[in-house]
């Protein structure tokens, strides 16, 4: 299973979450690969306390390890290994989608139960399809007008390239491109008028497209919340984007502002190691116990699919 | 669904709750929606045109005047359901599911806010009630505790309070209608008004 972290805008929390949620899961038993993909600053390492790896995944794109196991780096958490470069391929201009299946393909191929994949806070072509091609994307997002206004942006992108890919027409995705343009000439200010518009053209396109959205359901952590209300913020996103994009979100908890993390950050020492009673640690847990669920119930569904083959 | 506009969805779907759901729901959901469509609020900042807001903020209000009033709703349910082919307990498998995340809603924030060594004294009550968006009347009426009666117990006006016997039964249904665990509400009530007598 592979689950990508992202949106927001930088210093969200999304490496901080990516690290800790990680190692919870892997103290539960799960087998976990943590991806650093991060564009702008790739340092999940220093959220573990380790020094710059020296393979990277460059190593097995160039070929020069011939199996992606080679390139993981082990931890000195049990379960755990460690993943990085993963942004040198979301960054290659000419990372086709050929290449970034394959990675996936790889990833999943990986004796581990589950890849965290760090996104940070980019919003490119690479790293929106690969947010679609996981199997989880999740959003983090901080109360604070900035944050939201980021993944908001994000979730646009994401939610239109995720119709973009599913229609077939050519004068569709036009639409749809159009659509994504706020000041468009065809007058599609939101996804409901965009849908609207599809239908007027092409009956087939637009029933994906429903499916699509319908289908379309990525996650949302709210972090640093200081209040009951910031809480309540996360209940009132997923509503927006209800009514908005008529997309569920399912809003999969939030962490505590807390001291006792930048306190763990300093120290380079994972917080649920180092402080696993803070009140962020819990709430962190909380999460991870949730993923936790859903990867068993996965793995369930994938059973008794093999059985059915 | 919402893929539809905000103005072809039913008040239900307005509002987010299933077709049966129940006053004291409609009244939450609508006071959660009103928060969420602000025009301060955070959630909705840069996603919705000025006009979008508005319209949404109407569409609320719409519903929860129709569906807070008896007679209104049912006669919008008969046309609604008619017109549809269908009785609002014939669509099950949407319900349901509206229905789970409202419960989810419900744990998750619990959980989140009754800490453990949280006190059920009548201040938290109160804090609780109100973070439901359930007035006092609506309580009143559900439990059948006098308003004023319950207006004490949340303000702690111990000397007012009716004798023993009836209050644990007052504060057992006013468990219930919060959906907190009856005993040990009535247990950290009644031991915080000893301690606050004692003082």
């Known amino acids: 299973m592979i689950w990508t972290i992202g949106g927001g805008k930088g210093g969200s929390g999304k490496s901080f979450i990516t690290t800790n949620v990680g190692i919870c899961l892997s103290k539960l038993g799960i087998r976990v690969v943590l991806i650093d993909a991060d564009l702008g600053g790739a340092n999940l390492h220093t959220f573990l306390g380790i020094y710059p790896p020296a393979v990277s995944l460059s190593d097995f794109i160039k070929k020069r390890v011939s199996h992606l196991n080679e390139v993981l780096?082990?931890?000195a958490v049990p379960n755990l290994q460690l993943l990085t470069g993963a942004q040198d391929l979301?960054?290659?201009?000419?990372?086709?989608?050929?290449?970034?299946?394959?990675?996936?393909?790889?990833?999943?191929?990986?004796?581990?139960?589950?890849?965290?994949?760090?996104?940070?806070?980019?919003?490119?072509?690479?790293?929106?399809?690969?947010?679609?091609?996981?199997?989880?994307?999740?959003?983090?997002?901080?109360?604070?007008?900035?944050?939201?206004e980021n993944s908001y942006r994000f979730l646009k992108s994401a939610f239109y390239r995720r119709l973009r890919q599913s229609v077939s027409s050519s004068s569709v995705k036009a639409l749809i491109d159009d659509a994504m343009d706020q000041k468009n000439e065809m007058g599609i200010l939101n996804?409901?008028?965009?849908?609207?518009?599809?239908?007027?053209?092409?009956?087939?396109?637009?029933?994906?497209?429903?499916?699509?959205?319908?289908?379309?359901?990525?996650?949302?952590?709210?972090?640093?919340?200081?209040?009951?209300?910031?809480?309540?913020?996360?209940?009132?996103?997923?509503?927006?984007?209800?009514?908005?994009?008529?997309?569920?979100?399912?809003?999969?908890?939030?962490?505590?502002?807390?001291?006792?993390?930048?306190?763990?950050?300093?120290?380079?020492?994972?917080?649920?190691?180092?402080?696993?009673?803070?009140?962020?640690?819990?709430?962190?847990?909380?999460?991870?116990?949730?993923?936790?669920?859903?990867?068993?119930?996965a793995t369930r569904i994938k059973g008794y699919e093999h059985q059915g083959d | 669904m919402s893929i539809k506009g905000i103005k072809d969805q039913t008040y239900y779907e307005v509002l987010e709750v299933r077709p049966t759901a129940t006053p004291k729901e409609i009244q939450r959901a609508y006071e959660q929606g009103k928060e969420t469509f602000d025009v301060d609020s955070l959630a909705i900042y840069s996603l919705f045109s000025e006009g979008e807001v508005k319209e949404i903020q109407e569409a609320l209000e719409e519903a929860y005047r129709i569906l807070m009033d008896e007679e209104s709703r049912r006669s919008y349910d008969q046309s609604q359901f008619q017109m549809a082919g269908e009785l609002p307990t014939e669509e099950p498998s949407k319900a349901r599911e509206v229905f789970e995340e409202e419960k989810t809603y419900l744990s998750f924030t619990g959980l989140s806010f009754n800490t453990e060594g949280e006190v059920y004294r009548g201040k938290a009550l109160k804090q609780i009630r109100e973070r439901m968006g359930v007035d006092p009347q609506t309580?009143?009426?559900?439990t059948k505790i006098p308003i004023q009666t319950l207006e004490w117990v949340e303000e702690e006006v111990f000397e007012k309070l009716p004798p023993l016997v009836y209050l644990k039964g007052f504060l057992k249904s006013y468990a219930q209608s919060l959906g907190l665990d009856p005993p040990k509400v009535i247990e950290d009530y009644l031991h915080f008004m000893e301690e606050s007598r004692k003082k």
């Open chain 1, 90 to 148: 979301l960054n290659a201009a000419d990372a086709k989608s050929v290449q970034k299946r394959k990675l996936v393909r790889s990833i999943q191929s990986l004796s581990s139960d589950t890849a965290l994949v760090d996104l940070g806070a980019g919003n490119s072509l690479s790293v929106l399809d690969f947010f679609l091609m996981s199997d989880g994307g999740i959003l983090v997002v901080t109360p604070e007008p900035t944050s939201i």
């Open chain 1, 191 to 297: 996804p409901h008028g965009l849908i609207k518009a599809v239908k007027e053209r092409d009956e087939g396109d637009a029933r994906k497209v429903i499916e699509e959205i319908e289908t379309f359901r990525p996650n949302l952590i709210l972090n640093q919340v200081r209040s009951k209300k910031d809480i309540e913020v996360g209940f009132s996103i997923r509503s927006a984007c209800l009514k908005y994009f008529g997309i569920h979100l399912h809003y999969l908890g939030y962490v505590v502002y807390d001291q006792d993390v930048n306190h763990s950050i300093r120290r380079r020492k994972p917080l649920v190691l180092e402080n696993p009673r803070s009140r962020a640690a819990q709430c962190v847990m909380e999460i991870a116990s949730k993923l936790a669920r859903s990867h068993k119930m």
């Open chain 2, 139 to 142: 309580i009143s009426m559900e």
């Open chain 1, 73 to 75: 780096i082990p931890t």
